[in-house]
């Protein structure tokens, strides 16, 4: 595991509180903007920090990420600025940074490559949305020997071998994806992330982070009692896409609405308090 990740995780566990993980599309609306994003989600209370590299065939994502991929490859958001783009944040905050792509770009960049320039750049792992376990053996060797976290993604329909093959490649911590299909804010959670999470346990020690149509605070308080992290991603970016001209305050603003989900109790009803609805 990556220093700064281990190191977040350690802080976390030592104040009895969980991770949020919050997903931006690096380049959107600009790659300057990127940075004071970042920056400022740390401040707000944001423990991961997750860079999309924006890809032209997201079959994985929902239209708000679709969308602001759109945006950050007309802004020039290709893999080598993306890695400047990590190096300026690094002037500035030491948040831990996953790169989060799909397997074409890193492909064509090369695994040996990647490996070294993400480290450099002073990333600390990488997801790669459709690379499958069992082709993943050259990235992960390349991952291991620059000292890069590799986190993958279990889903509800996976079997115990296959999630086994994900803990075993995964460091870091493991994605459980919430329920099946694309990204996408949803009201409610799906009844499959606790049954998902139960199985993760039986196999692996590394802290567990559930992602995938979770976007207010009452998920997180239903969320914390069984996982480590919650990971939000398209309500940032949709957040984002609202306020394009000065985004970085009111993403930071949203990651404090959602962390008070941490604080309360799960709410039965799923409509949440009059407190965190008056915060949004």
Known sequence: MSIRIAECWKRLQSRNDKALIAFLMAGDPDLAATVKIVVA???????????????SEPIADGPVIQRSGERA???GAYLPAILDVVREIRRESQVPLILFSYLNPVLRYGFERFAADAVSSGADGALITDLSVEEAGPYVEQMRRSGLDTVFLAAPTSTDERLKRVVSLSTGFVYAISRMGVTGAREQLSSAVAPLVQRLRRFTSLPIAAGFGISRPEHFAELAPIVDGVIVGSAFVHCLEQHPENPAPHVADFAKWLRQGFATEPDPSGTGTAATQSNR
């Not at 989600?41 to 890809?55: S, T, Y």
């Open 41 to 55: 989600l740390a401040e707000a209370g944001a423990d991961i920090v997750e860079l999309g590299i924006p890809f």
């Open 73 to 75: 490859l007309r802004a």
